[in-house]
């Protein structure tokens, strides 16, 4: 089966201070990948997604940028954080049947991220 | 371009009652899935149900059913017989045909179950 994890859990880091969160999807190959975030008590932004090794969209212009290193990894990064920067990451993957049926994303534990 | 409307911030229900969480869509793309997720307060983003576009019946899960009303562009979620550990975030989601699209998320209804 397929698992995703996500580290760390929690994050306390000082404005200015670089980020690195990763992802890693197990049990599939070339896994579209995707980074969400969540202000406190709001929906989902996406961030980022990869739909292969080196493939990365941005949606949101920001200070943070994404890599995939390698097919089932995934890394959000930042070279000086915000107080904006503070919330909830969640990495993401999709599941898509080509033989129709269940077709959606799972999400990994995510990572509280709080910039003081 | 692809919108998830959900037009309920927030709900309260008494336990054992049937919950219906609105959510309504828009798209030009000729099929599509939609899909709903449950987070709870610890935060993880679960998945509930499932909808194709070209799906023929409503998608049901246990307590939940998608009520899809596909000219209406409506794909509300029905909980059955609520339960307290019902209470949580509930967020309606859209993705386009291709494989490679990307889900587009609604804001989200907080359902509160009361004892």
């Known amino acids: 089966s397929q698992t995703i994890h996500q580290w760390p859990a929690t994050l306390v880091q000082p404005v200015g201070s670089p980020l690195s969160l990763e992802c890693t999807v197990e049990g599939t190959s070339n896994p579209n990948l995707y980074w969400y975030r969540q202000a406190a008590g709001r929906g989902l932004q996406l961030l980022f997604y990869s739909v292969g090794i080196g493939q990365i969209s941005s949606e949101v212009p920001q200070n943070l940028s994404a890599s995939r290193p390698q097919d089932r990894q995934f890394i959000l990064s930042s070279k000086k954080l915000l107080l904006s920067d503070s919330g909830f990451y969640l990495c993401?993957?999709?599941?898509?049947?080509?033989?129709?049926?269940?077709?959606?994303?799972?999400f990994g534990p995510g990572t509280r991220l709080t910039v003081l | 371009a692809q919108k998830i409307t959900q037009t309920q911030p927030g709900m309260f229900v008494q336990e054992k009652e049937a919950v219906t969480l609105d959510c309504t869509y828009d798209?030009?793309?000729?099929?599509?899935?939609l899909f709903w997720y449950k987070q709870p307060s610890s935060g993880e983003m679960i998945f509930l149900i499932y909808?194709?576009?070209?799906?023929?019946q409503n998608a049901t899960e246990g307590r939940y059913s998608l009520n899809f009303q596909k000219a209406r562009k409506s794909a509300n979620l029905v909980i059955s017989a609520s339960q307290l550990g019902d209470s949580a975030m509930y967020f309606c989601a859209m993705r386009g045909e291709n494989r490679d699209d990307k889900i587009i998320f609604g804001k989200g209804t907080r359902l509160h179950i009361l004892p």
């Open positions: 909808q194709g576009s070209y799906d023929q």
């Open positions: 798209t030009s793309d000729p099929s599509y899935g």
């Open positions: 993401a993957w999709n599941l898509y049947s080509l033989a129709g049926g269940l077709d959606t994303q799972y």
